[in-house]
């Protein structure tokens, strides 16, 4: 006996949970399948599915009061909507841990600036790591050095360092 847990849709996918084979599994759904149970069903109640299976996930592609009975659908390769596919391009996902195709990701980081370019920020954050290195390098020499002349070595060292780092 199957028992109806929920419907939920997250990043562009339908999702089933139902307790299943006694345990709770998580179903990839069409659209129609999660229209029909959100009216229909509520937490708890008993149904019966027909559902296939591809590369280890589980897909609903009905939901039923229970007494039809659960069978495993024959048709499970051809049916294009249990397919995954990419958001933006459409090319067919190996799982449903992401939403989008590698490539479509990648040109997504390019295009919203999410590498390591940091703008108008850039020069102040090569400032700030110099200065922090050579404070680190004369907290070292701290006992070595006379404290009066403490702020002169760092400053000559900053200098130094900036110049030979960032030219």
Request: overall charge positive; hydrophobic content about 25%; proline content about 1%.
């Amino acid at each position: 006996m199957n028992t109806f847990k929920v419907v939920c849709k997250r990043g562009g996918k339908y999702l089933a949970k139902i307790t299943f084979e006694g345990e709770d599994k998580w179903f990839t759904a069409t659209q129609a399948v999660y229209n029909y149970a959100q009216k229909n069903f509520e937490e708890g109640d008993d149904v019966d599915i027909e559902y296939n299976t591809k590369n280890g996930q589980y897909f609903v592609t009905k939901i039923m009061k229970a007494g039809s009975g659960t069978k495993k659908s024959e048709t499970s390769e051809s049916t294009s909507s249990d397919k995954l596919t990419c958001s933006v391009c459409g090319k067919e996902l190996k799982n449903d841990k992401y939403d989008k195709c590698y490539e479509c990701n990648q040109k997504a980081r390019k295009s919203s600036g999410s590498s390591k370019s940091y703008g108008k920020d850039s020069e102040a954050i090569k400032k700030e790591s110099v200065l922090h290195s050579c404070a680190i390098a004369v907290g070292a020499l701290a006992g070595q050095i006379d404290p009066n002349s403490l702020s002169d070595y760092l400053e000559s060292l900053y200098d130094k360092m900036y110049k030979k780092l960032f030219g």
